[in-house]
């Protein structure tokens, strides 16, 4: 099995996590919010590493998409609505979906990217309910478009390969 290899782009991944997570506690969801938070987060971040375009761009993207990404989501965790879900499992997710949804990142990089966010922040069970949420966002997401399904992938390791480096 290949070990992960972090990127730029996985940084920025985080980065972006931090600014959704931060907006769903303090409330802040709504598009002009988060992208009034976003500005503020690209000049004055808790991080080492500020947040850069590809991270701007993806939570560009969410707050864009919000509804028809936390729509796909419940679509696809039938069992579990939003509310109920912890806020990092959440915002992984909108991530996750957001990247599948809009910026047309291949599913076995956004599984293995996303999988390794919940691993690093989250629980051990997390990893799973994030794997198999963001493979059927992928199914659903296939079938609307009408694209092939792909097999689900069932592994993080050595997908993050197909990242390219900013």
Do not use: C
């Amino acid at each position: 099995m290949a070990a992960y290899r972090e990127t730029s782009r996985s940084t920025q991944r985080a980065r972006a996590l931090d600014v959704v997570f931060e907006a769903d506690e303090r409330n802040l969801l709504h598009p002009q919010d988060l992208l009034d938070l976003l500005e503020n987060r690209r000049s004055v971040s808790t991080s080492q590493v500020p947040i850069g375009d590809f991270g701007s761009s993806l939570v560009r993207a969410f707050a864009d998409e919000f509804y028809n990404v936390d729509t796909l989501i419940e679509a696809a965790s039938e069992d579990w609505s939003l509310d109920r879900m912890n806020v990092v499992d959440r915002t992984i997710l909108r991530l996750g979906t957001t990247e599948l949804l809009v910026l047309d990142t291949p599913r076995p990089t956004v599984v293995a990217e996303w999988a390794h966010q919940a691993r690093k922040l989250s629980t051990e069970r997390s990893v799973g309910f994030v794997m198999g949420i963001l493979n059927k966002v992928a199914d659903i997401r296939a079938r609307e478009t009408g694209a092939n399904v792909p097999e689900p992938e069932s592994s993080d390791s050595g997908a993050a390969e197909a990242d390219t480096e900013e």
